[in-house]
């Protein structure tokens, strides 16, 4: 095997030369860090460094002994938002906006603050340019909307071109949505994108409903997902994100599966599979018949998949699906994940996102927390559940 | 592109199913051209989580009043509805790219279907305070849908079909175009899909019937001008208002394109809605 091209972007990547195993490229090894790195500054869990189940350890610890509760109410205190994904991408807060919701983050010019953002994931981009699906490709559902997008997508380098130049002058970091119809598609992408100033990261798309080849047949499978994962990890050290599908059957091997395959984090999730028809025609609506359903309607799905996945996996999961409001936030934290993308609700109103940022920072505040971080995991069993005894159970 | 609170002035149904209703939104009337749009939010959180889209029916920036005009047609629709004046919208706007006129365009054809006039209208004032002689052809299916003629400013010369005969000519509307199409220096378009593709196949033949002589430089001769820009739609003899399901209306979603005689899908939202005749792929099927 031919040694490859290496971009070193990140202090954290180590050389992997010394390792006696035959060929030079084999994957970087990773040290399991913790989802999200305590602050320094942050006295009161100091010396407390863990995974995930620590993290929620430390927020009833920290609210039990309350150390901060003075700083109730006062408004000098800056409350510590930030999200490191590990690998160098740290998110000023833990709200993102998802891919295809906003572009490639121009188009809503100065109606939204982009600035304020935790981050945002681009349209999804593959290789080569795709016209996408015949329309319809829309339609509203109740509390949620379907799309068949299809990929359109002007191509990787048309994208590079176009929008780095722009993504360089902002603060928020922006992570490319990467989709493909096969692993050398992936790969390739990736390669491009990688070293290109302004792209902060990686989200693999491995889950989109609405492509006939490519897409969804790499999450379905925990062996695909985690070949194209390591391929693609292979390939660059740019933080790594793959989003996965809830359109299976137990989607707690594929978790594993991608994140032993060198993941930094995991967004969950993609939308679910969903078909509309005409009012009134008696045919189905969209244009491509299938359509991914998202909004409100998709919560409570996105919320078990998240705290099924949390369990299972070391590497942070960033939560999607329906959030409109603060206390789908607060919910998603609760069941693990450690940040959120708003998508949808965007449509809707465009100035969510940064107005969630305001409120959670408020919230908080009101809760006298130095750190967003003891709201991480409440909601997570102590341990594993036993297995039941009662067969009738349902556990997916 | 502006986010604003707009306050509902006065709403009526002029025709049956139909609305008229006026907004107070003086920040965003500012800057609204004919042909753009604006998108509504619903205020019925819980179900309804897409924004709506309306053509800018008539603007006034003296006023700061700007009126949409739609049918009640489905769940959201049926939410404005019950708007009472004072209720507050919220609404982003304008959006969209306008019709271009060619300053030098006397005669203006304009063609609307049914709710197409909606699309429309705002064309009819800017074209009448601009100086402009313009003739306005309505399609409709019966006497009881056509647009009522006193919403209309005076000045504007008004043709009706209906489909059933029961006012003014029975047929398609795009059947009175030849009678125009000599007298018209631009043309002007809005309404169902069908009827847009026909007026583009008899665009697309005016020339060779109208005996046109291709002598010397034409206007603009020897200068390119690339598809799509203002300054080819300003040369085009007819321009559409398209109409697609849309999500976002600002060009990131990417849900309400339409396919182009280029090959990559436009987007209603942002290259549209208003399009060139030609540059609209009609045949695809999209």
Known sequence: MKAKRRVVTSGDARPTGNLSTGPKRTPTIRRIKSAIVPASASASQ???????????????????TSPVSEAAGRSDVVVDLSVDLGRGLVLPNPILVASGTFGYGVEY????????LGGICCKGTTLKPRIGNVTPRVTETPGGMLNSIGLQNPGVDAVIDRYASTWVGWRTPVIVNVAGESVSDYVEVVRRLDGVPGVAGIELNISCPNVGRGGLQFAIDADAAAGVTAAVRRATDLPLLVKLSPNVADVRPIARAIADAGADALTAINTLSGIAVAPGHGRPLLGNVYGGLSGPAIKPIALRVVYEVAQVVSIPVIAIGGVTELADVLDYLAVGAVAVQVGTAIFADPTLPVRLVDELDEE??????????????TALPRKPAAPSSKGVEYRP | MRLVGAELAESREILPDQWLQTFHAPGLVAGARAGQFVHVRTGDYSGLILR???????ADPGTGMLTIHFRAIGRGTEWFTRLRPGDRVDMLGPLGRPFEVDPRSRHLLLVAGGLGMAGIRLLVDEAIRDGRRVTLLFGAARAAEVYPSTLL???VEYVVATDDGSLGHRGFVTELVPDYEAWADQSFACGPQP????????????????????????RGGGKVVPA???AARRKAFLQVSMEQNMGCAVGACLGCVVMATSGTPQRVCREGPVFASDEIAWEAGW
């Open chain 2, 153 to 155: 400013p005076d000045e």
């Open chain 1, 46 to 64: 100091g010396g407390r460094r863990g995974g995930r189940d620590q993290g929620a350890a430390d927020g009833t610890s920290a609210r039990a």
């Open chain 2, 195 to 218: 009827m847009l593709a026909a007026l583009a196949r008899l665009a697309e033949g005016r020339r060779g019937r109208l005996g046109v002589a291709r002598l010397g430089r034409k």
């Open chain 1, 109 to 116: 010019g100065e109606v939204v603050e982009v600035d304020r």
């Open chain 2, 228 to 230: 799509g820009s203002a």
């Open chain 2, 52 to 58: 709506r889209p309306f053509s800018i029916n008539t």
């Open chain 1, 364 to 377: 908080c505040r009101r809760r006298a927390l130095p750190s967003y971080r003891p709201l991480i995991g």
